[in-house]
């Protein structure tokens, strides 16, 4: 009897839980939808870029409602589907989509409930890495990355320098964005800055709000190396959508970049998310892009690829263009070298003491440009000019270019403070000896002893010669 009390309690239990999930999938009630239509319609009314066209799929939706569109739909889930299906087929927008929200705990507009969304957001920013989902270098030193979003910069600037950094002695670089939906204008303009040296105006940002226009141009600098020359591809898909439809839109139209793959999404209204009520939210575009070569968006087209592909060929695809490209990148790199480096060793062979000082300056500047030679390279030169070839005064030249270059280096100025004692300029070497301490402190530089012991030791040859 036991035995059947339990079974028995356990079906009336079973019943009842099903009977109140039953009750919970009817609790939209015609005043529900109706209210959700309204708040729709109100916050498409009040912040919809384009205010006609809210206006016209206000009167769809109640129109849909009138005829018993929404009748049968029972949860919240089905409810948002159909309703973006409504506002969309009118708007035609595709960043327009109701949502049902994410189940919280703790009651809505609690102390509470700020914290646990506020978890949630972090939670999955660290699940996501800020968008910035694997960088490897493969064959032929072809970097790749795989980005998945483009994060807001204060979460996404230092994994975006991490990962360009991983890639800035690469040949040619492909970024896969075929899964990336979009995100932050900010961190699209902040990558494509890496990949300019000049000022370039890439894109606007058009408000209803204010009834301000934005403007989005390359930075001057990024937190790493530029590759204003690296042969650049990125693979595209149907799912590349909104901010990397704009990454994509803005290099093919600079000519920066090779698309390849599959025609993209074709959404260029920018906006955000906001809440029709505890269970619905909507994603509003208030703005729009506007390209300044163009003068248009890719809204409702897509931005079309260089290169067609299928979603399984793009990868291959790119890599093998990407593969060429930086052969044909090396061999263009190695000529520059040659050119440059040529035209130093000139300058070097037939200087002229109180003539070549800039000459040298200028050259020494176009191979650091290029990152032929560094502030190492440039001391190791001077150096060897100064201790192998015998050749002191090449060798002040070359040290006080290096000093214009790397002002802030501590050892760049004890470096020509030794080629000036060497060449008994003494006072001019103390000078450039003091220089070298004062940055060292600056900097902590570890070896501040020993800067400060070639100061006291040019002091000391000072108070001989006086």
């Given at each position: 009897m036991k035995f059947v009390s339990h079974i028995s309690l356990l079906i009336v239990v079973v019943f009842f839980n099903f009977h109140v999930s039953i009750a919970q999938d009817k609790i939209l009630t015609d005043k529900y939808k109706e209210q959700t239509i309204h708040k729709l319609s109100q916050l498409m009314n009040d912040f919809y870029v384009f205010p006609e066209v809210a206006k016209l799929t206000e009167e769809h939706l109640f129109n849909q409602w009138n005829e018993g569109h929404f009748d049968q739909i029972e949860n919240d889930k089905d409810f948002a589907t159909a309703l973006t299906e409504s506002v969309q087929n009118i708007n035609k927008d595709k960043h327009m989509r109701i949502r049902a929200n994410r189940p919280y705990v703790a009651p809505a507009d609690s102390p509470e409930r700020m914290l646990e969304e506020r978890v949630d957001r972090i939670n999955r920013s660290r699940k996501s890495n800020s968008g910035f989902n694997s960088v490897k270098i493969m064959e032929g030193n072809v970097g790749y990355m795989d980005l998945r979003g483009f994060a807001g910069m204060?979460?996404?600037?230092?994994?975006?320098?991490?990962?360009?950094?991983?890639?800035?002695?690469?040949?040619?670089?492909?970024?896969?964005?075929?899964?990336?939906?979009?995100?932050?204008?900010?961190?699209?303009?902040?990558?494509?800055?890496?990949?300019?040296?000049?000022?370039?105006?890439?894109?606007?940002?058009?408000?209803?709000?204010?009834?301000?226009?934005?403007?989005?141009?390359?930075?001057?600098e990024v937190g790493g190396m530029k590759m204003p020359d690296v042969p650049l591809f990125i693979i595209t898909s149907n799912r590349t959508f909104s901010a990397a439809e704009e990454f994509s839109y803005n290099m093919q139209t600079q000519k920066r970049a090779t698309l390849i793959g599959q025609t993209t999404g074709g959404g260029a209204n920018p906006g955000g998310s906001m809440r029709i009520n505890e269970n619905l939210s909507v994603f509003i575009p208030t703005g729009k892009a506007i390209n300044p070569i163009t003068k248009t968006n890719w809204e409702g087209v897509g931005v079309i690829p260089e290169v067609k592909t299928t979603a399984e060929e793009a990868i291959d695809k790119s890599f093998e263009l990407a593969k060429k490209a930086?052969?044909?990148?090396?061999?263009?790199?190695?000529?520059?070298?040659?050119?440059?480096?040529?035209?130093?060793?000139?300058?070097?062979?037939?200087?002229?003491?109180?003539?070549?000082?800039?000459?040298?300056?200028?050259?020494?500047?176009?191979?650091?440009?290029?990152?032929?030679?560094?502030?190492?390279?440039?001391?190791?030169?001077?150096?060897?000019?100064?201790?192998?070839?015998?050749?002191?005064?090449?060798?002040?030249?070359?040290?006080?270019?290096?000093?214009?270059?790397?002002?802030?280096?501590?050892?760049?100025?004890?470096?020509?403070?030794?080629?000036?004692?060497?060449?008994?300029?003494?006072?001019?070497?103390?000078?450039?000896?003091?220089?070298?301490?004062?940055?060292?402190?600056?900097?902590?530089?570890?070896?501040?002893?020993?800067?400060?012991?070639?100061?006291?030791?040019?002091?000391?040859?000072?108070?001989?010669?006086?």
């Open positions: 204060e979460n996404g600037k230092a994994i975006a320098d991490a990962y360009m950094k991983l890639m800035n002695r690469t040949d040619a670089v492909i970024i896969d964005i075929s899964k990336n939906g979009g995100g932050s204008p900010e961190m699209v303009q902040y990558l494509c800055s890496y990949f300019f040296d000049q000022k370039l105006h890439l894109n606007s940002l058009y408000w209803r709000e204010g009834n301000e226009t934005r403007e989005f141009w390359t930075l001057d930086a052969e044909r990148y090396r061999s263009k790199s190695e000529e520059r070298y040659n050119k440059l480096f040529l035209n130093l060793n000139s300058n070097l062979e037939q200087y002229i003491s109180g003539k070549s000082e800039a000459s040298i300056l200028q050259a020494l500047a176009e191979c650091q440009e290029v990152k032929l030679f560094g502030e190492g390279d440039i001391n190791s030169l001077g150096y060897k000019y100064l201790m192998e070839l015998k050749k002191p005064k090449i060798a002040e030249s070359i040290f006080r270019a290096n000093t214009i270059l790397y002002p802030k280096s501590a050892n760049v100025f004890d470096s020509y403070g030794e080629s000036l004692m060497v060449n008994g300029d003494l006072e001019s070497s103390l000078k450039n000896y003091q220089r070298a301490v004062e940055i060292a402190v600056e900097n902590e530089d570890r070896d501040i002893e020993l800067f400060q012991k070639n100061l006291e030791s040019v002091k000391s040859k000072l108070k001989i010669e006086k």
